[in-house]
């Protein structure tokens, strides 16, 4: 069933802009407040990337725009408002390097596709290597992603010196410089814009988004869904789509679903901004720790999850601490400059490094998490599995191997060598 369509959201351009500023016009509201339906074709839980993502393709690839997506909080409330927003596609697997490749083709398209300026910067990624084990990760890396067609080379230190002068890459270091993966086409985005473009089109189209709505049950009758139990009250539905990544697992324990995955804590810092001086995204997995440069000088700091699973969402001091200390092995130029915030978000980790996505044995309810520290790149491409998967009943091509029957089976998708702090 479809939705009537709220009307289009204004046209953003230039022009549209200084017509408005002249004539003294208000911007018309980009998400609409509805009550909630006694019933839904399909109900997301969580308003996040993946939930919003999810909801815009049902409506523009398939024509269901009978859709809620319900929050506890506010759209990117959970990790698609926390994160660092790095983009790559250069892993390990085959499988994985064809799926976030796509997502990284739907990125590139994204702000026509929206009218949002999403600020995709390809700025190039950097993954250090510094020993030899991890030089022969980069090399397998490299030939994967090179047949299937991913620009992605390892480089010497030299090489690695000349992209980024700042880095220390001398031989006298506690952990020398080896070479690097070197990824051009990866690079960051404005992750609130991402979330809003794909909210304001997905209202746009009919969807109706619910902030401040927790789902607190979901009914099921004979092994399918048939309805959510929600703090505003309860709605009919026969297809549930669980997007709520560190709180995954509680969702799923709401029809007995045990998944195999983890909560973790993932904590990120940024510094007060000084003249652009880094141009890329620089990784390294030994040592812990990613750094990039935003647009107005910051640099962004992030590293591995905390060690204990949690669902507090705190920073702490022991992080900021180690943070410090690894970033200055790499760069111990700028040891002066001042760290403004740190913040946390959780992270759904699993076995393999991998998402589980897809149908499970419980008919009507599909999942699209254990995102981990990696999710955010994977939204679109997501959003638009999922969809298909929704409306076809059956688990879509592009996310045939990461659906949950793989732990039973013994197919995992070991993406660790690829995913592990390098987001
Ligand atoms: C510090 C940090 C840095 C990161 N950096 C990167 C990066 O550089 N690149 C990258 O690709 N990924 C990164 N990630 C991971 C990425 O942020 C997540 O994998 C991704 O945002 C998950 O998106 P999502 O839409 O699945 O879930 P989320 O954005 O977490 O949304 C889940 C939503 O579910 C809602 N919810 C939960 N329970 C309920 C309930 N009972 N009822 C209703 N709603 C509920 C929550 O309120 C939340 O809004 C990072 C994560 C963190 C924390």
Redesign the pocket.
Known sequence: MTRARTPYPAKYSAFGLARRGLRHRKWPRTIHSHDLAPSYDVVI???????LAAAYYLATNHGITNVAI????YI????????????RSNYLTPEGVAFYERSMELYRGLAHDLNYNVMFSQRGHLTLAHDDGAMRTMRWRAEVNKLLGVNSEVIDAAEVHRVEPRLDVSADTRYPVLGALYHPPGGTIRHDAVNWGYARAADALGVEIHQQ???LAIDTVGGRVVGVRTSRGSISTPVVLN?????AS??CDMVDLRLPLVTHP???AVTEPVKVFLHSVVVSGSRHVYVSQTDRGELVF?ASVDAYPSYSMRGSLEFTEELASHVLELMPSISALRVMRQ?????DMTPDYSPIMGTTPVEGFFV?VG?????????PVSGEALADTIAHSRQAPIISAFNLDRFAAGRLVGERGAASVG?
């Open positions: 839980i969580g308003a996040g990337v993946h939930g319900l929050d506890k909080s990117g409330s959970g990790g698609s408002g926390r994160n660092t927003a790095i983009l709505t927790e789902v997007c709520t990544a560190g709180w509680l969702i993932l904590q990120a992030g913040w946390a978000g959780l992270c699209d995102w981990g520290t990696y999710g955010y790149k994977a939204g987001h």
